[in-house]
């Protein structure tokens, strides 16, 4: 074991080395001998009298050794993958350097294009810049952190950093807080973040001024892999000038971004009006679970919304020190849990970590609970409530002390069930610690009962009221308390040692490591305990930052049935989710394709690989089957198979791969089985998978890339499939996300018989005589071609592709048609996928006499609504697939309800009538 001085001597004499390496200039050979060493050692000893000569010499043997190793040829030992992913140790150093002396070599090989260190150091010689490490490589620390905090980066230098970032694939969270940055800067490095970076810490450096802070805003609007992100102190709001747009800017990027989770705008100098108009736009992001906004004319509740506030006439320094102060007062509460007192005391601190100013669930370790109440249990115990919704409805609050008693409405649980009468509940994020609550009804206010209750005194009473007038006033609900006279509060204690909560200013709004690895003692406790896991999962149950409150309308209108799945038109693509229709595929698939005889891998391990990633080539199938079906039969012909080899999985590189190799093995593939289902040079879905598996041998394993069959179908998962395959969404998450809603269930009910219509005119051309009807995809491309639905952002090409998706998996795809064959739920499934596609914009725009109709750009129609999508394209369906008696006789326009904006159906059932959304400015 070494001892300390043999420590210092190794520290020392790597510092002398590397101040060599960068001395001596990358053409020259690096030349460090004994004497240089000694004086290194005995320089750092000079002043102490006893030093051991045996330990020194064993010391400078392995110095010597070290550097021997150190003068090995400067050929490119280390991949492209290495040089990106390890970047820690001495290795990366050496090889660093290494690159530093034969950069030209590298420059005329282009691998700047392909590794890190080399694209930092080409940056830095195209800027005349002295390459230091920076952080690309380290002798030490984590590899998936880079620290630059306090390194006086600059701009110069953050451009090199951002280019070095755009192929490292190793770290994951950088840290360049306090490093003088410009605008210029911060837009470099934002720019230079890969996929794999998921926190990124810019504060504390001068990226201010509005057009910056605009800048910053739309670069965050186009990213989607960046979790946490810390902009704090850095004056990227408008300051009171040219106000809205900076607000409206920040506004937009969150409406858009749903992946980031965690973001700190601390003292950036936004005003009233931006604060304004950026929570407008606010409100519809939902997956921003911890927002920071100290010092800005803006707070965020405990619900996650941003209100506006006047800003604070304290210095941002007697600010942060306030901060501080109450950090070290939640740190002894820590230690010292929150006693429950006999009666309530007004003004005492119960919480254990709350700042009231800018409520964090994460940072702050607030937890998930349930709340519920039943007016037969409560001092409102004589008010009847009625068996249907239609006759009575009611508005029920919760009041809590942490949200300053403003009002939060209860779901009334009749809407479920009939038989919950007088039932209300609802999930809440608390902060830890000890909080005061009641309930309202009318103005009226009430306890619970059967919960746990605590006595008030009249100071207490008096100081609660003065509270409620201000809570009142800025109620999200204006939910008023006329007469406050309880004797009593509910409470709820969320004490909990096992999460502490580090809120340390700079480390905000970083998780912190005890949230990370906090290992509660059973599963439950560690879901309620955690809002984001360490791989940035929500842990969340029922809770979302934001959610959308619902005013019962008083009025006596008719019951409304919930709208659910069950009762969609696409009730039929849940069994889309069973696992066993996908594994019974696969084998199916398996069973169909020719065997190959392999040679270091059993059949075993690779039909393992290959089942983890079918789902992934079944889509990738259906989207290259899409593109190159022979008649009407989806399969993927030779030139589309080309295209996809070539073009998007970039397996034939020339040397393991050519295109001789690959063609050949579409000819011996499609030789191997013939079908009624299967064509001539074209591949269908088992012979797809055989073939991408003899390519992935071919192209890892017989280039000796690979030890053996199993390890050479993973890597081109990996480094091929994984990486074209992330801009796809999947069929079924397309119907999740835009699909299965009740707008647009409502709407395609609405305009049924017009799509019935359709339907049985372009279909049913092949159908033989007993035949269930059903529409192949030539008879779906003149439907599309007659509306017509092409544009400049759908092809005619994109129709086959779009009926491919919307069909539901067979398993059989060989011997039977059914996988051709579309069923009229089918129908409509592609139909909305092209109206989708296509984005049409609204035809009857209603404009003031004298106004130029102003046509939607293209990210405009994009970003509509499914909904609106499809009710754009009904028109042209009407005018141009539908004959004229039909329009006349047998169609009727639907109807919208002008509150609610739903279609009124002829039955009825479906329609929401006494639900509708109410929002209020704070």
Not at 198 to 211: F, K, V
Not at 550 to 579: G, Q
Request: net charge neutral; glycine share 4%; charged share 25%.
């Amino acid at each position: 074991m070494m001892t300390r001085k043999q420590q210092e001597i190794g520290e020392a004499v790597q510092k002398q080395i590397k101040v060599s390496k960068w001395n001596l200039g990358r053409h020259n050979v690096m030349n460090i001998d004994k004497d240089t060493i000694q004086q290194s050692v005995y320089q750092l000893h000079q002043d102490e009298d006893r030093y051991e000569k045996k330990n020194v010499k064993q010391t400078l043997e392995d110095v010597q050794r070290t550097l021997l190793m150190s003068r090995e040829s400067d050929g490119d030992t280390i991949s492209d993958e290495e040089a990106n992913f390890n970047r820690v140790g001495f290795p990366a150093v050496q090889n660093f350097y290494d690159k530093y002396k034969s950069i030209d070599k590298s420059l005329e090989r282009r691998k700047h294009k392909r590794q890190a260190p080399l694209a930092y150091l080409k940056q830095c010689e195209d800027l005349r810049l002295i390459p230091q490490t920076m952080g690309i490589v380290s002798l030490k620390g984590n590899n998936e952190v880079m620290n630059l905090k306090s390194f006086r980066v600059g701009n110069k230098y953050a451009q090199s950093i951002g280019k070095g970032l755009q192929l490292s694939q190793g770290i994951t969270k950088v840290n360049l807080a306090q490093n003088r940055l410009s605008p210029t800067g911060g837009l470099k490095i934002l720019k230079g973040i890969n996929y794999k970076i998921q926190e990124l810490d810019l504060s504390n450096n001068t990226l201010g001024n509005q057009l910056s802070g605009i800048f910053i805003a739309n670069a965050i609007k186009q990213n989607n892999h960046l979790r946490v992100l810390d902009l704090g102190w850095n004056s990227c709001g408008s300051g009171g000038q040219n106000q809205f747009q900076i607000g409206k800017a920040w506004g937009e990027a969150l409406l858009v971004n749903k992946t980031l989770q965690h973001l700190d705008l601390s003292f950036n100098k936004f005003s009233y009006n931006d604060v304004q108009v950026f929570a407008d736009y606010l409100r519809g992001n939902h997956t921003l679970y911890g927002i920071h906004f100290q010092g800005n004319e803006g707070r965020i509740d405990s619900l996650g919304f941003l209100r506006n506030v006047i800003l604070s006439d304290r210095s941002p320094r007697d600010q942060i020190l306030n901060q501080k102060m109450d950090i070290l007062q939640a740190q002894r509460r820590k230690n010292k849990s929150v006693q429950v007192m006999q009666k309530a005391n007004y003004g005492q601190n119960t919480k254990i970590s709350f700042n009231k100013d800018n409520c964090c669930w994460i940072c702050e370790g607030w937890l998930e609970n349930h709340f519920k109440v039943d007016l037969k249990h409560t001092t409102l115990s004589e008010l009847q409530i009625s068996d249907n919704t239609k006759e009575d409805h009611y508005n029920v609050f919760i009041h809590f002390d942490f949200d300053h008693w403003e009002g939060d409405l209860l779901d009334d649980q009749r809407k479920s069930s009939l038989g919950q009468k007088g039932k209300f509940q609802q999930h809440r994020m608390v902060p830890q610690g000890i909080s005061y609550y009641f309930f309202s009804y009318e103005g009226r206010p009430f306890i619970n009962m059967n919960e746990k209750k605590i006595q008030i005194d009249d100071y207490y009473r008096n100081q609660l009221r003065k509270d409620l007038k201000q809570a009142n006033t800025f109620s999200r609900f204006q939910s008023t308390i006329y007469n406050f006279d309880l004797e009593y509060l509910n409470y709820i204690d969320t004490q909990n040692n096992q999460i502490v909560n580090e809120l340390q200013a700079d480390l905000l709004p970083k998780i912190s490591k005890t949230q990370r690895e906090s290992k509660p003692k059973d599963e439950e406790n560690r879901t309620q305990n955690l809002v984001i896991s360490s791989d940035y999962k929500v842990l969340l149950k029922y809770c979302i930052p934001r959610p959308d409150k619902e005013l019962m309308n008083t009025s006596h209108v008719r019951a409304r049935t919930p709208w659910t799945m069950e009762v969609s038109l696409f009730k039929d693509y849940l069994k889309e989710d069973k696992d066993d229709l996908w594994v019974n595929c696969f084998e199916f698939d398996w069973q169909n394709m020719k065997q190959l005889k392999y040679k270091q891998s059993s059949e075993a391990e690779v039909k393992s690989i290959m089942k983890q990633c079918y789902q992934l080539i079944k889509e990738q199938y259906k989207i290259q089957a899409g593109f190159g079906m022979i008649g009407n039969i989806f399969s993927v012909a030779l030139n589309q198979y080309t295209e996809f080899i070539k073009e998007e999985l970039k397996l034939i590189d020339g040397e393991c791969l050519n295109q001789a190799d690959s063609d050949r093995y579409f000819i011996t593939v499609n030789a191997n089985k013939r079908g009624p289902f299967i064509p001539a040079n074209a591949l269908v879905r088992c012979q797809f998978m055989e073939i991408l598996i003899r390519l992935a041998v071919k192209r890892y394993f017989e280039s000796q890339l690979a030890p053996n069959e199993a390890s050479a179908v993973q890597m081109m998962i990996d480094n091929n499939l994984n990486p074209t395959s992330d801009h796809i969404i999947r069929a079924q998450q397309w119907r999740r996300k835009f699909l299965w809603n009740e707008q647009c269930d409502n709407l395609l009910k609405a305009y049924m018989p017009v799509f019935m219509h359709i339907y049985n005119n372009f279909g049913g051309t092949h159908r033989k005589p007993g035949q269930k009807m059903f529409m192949t995809v030539d008879e779906f491309e003149n439907f599309v071609l007659t509306v017509p639905l092409v544009n400049d952002l759908f092809g005619q090409r994109d129709s086959s592709v779009a009926f491919n998706l919307a069909m539901m998996t067979q398993v059989n795809e060989l011997d039977q048609d059914r996988h051709l064959s579309a069923t009229f739920i089918e129908f409509l499934e592609a139909f909305c996928r092209v109206a989708d596609k296509a984005a049409f914009e609204p035809i009857n725009q209603s404009i003031q006499e004298g106004e130029e109709i102003q046509s939607m750009n293209i990210d405009e129609r994009k970003n509509q609504s499914l909904a609106i999508k499809i009710e754009n394209t009904i028109p042209y369906l009407m005018k141009n697939c539908c004959k004229r008696p039909f329009i006349e006789k047998q169609f009727e326009q639907p109807e919208r309800d002008k509150e609610v904006g739903l279609f009124i159906l002829t039955n009825g059932k479906y329609f929401q009538i006494i639900c509708y959304v109410r929002y209020y400015n704070y």
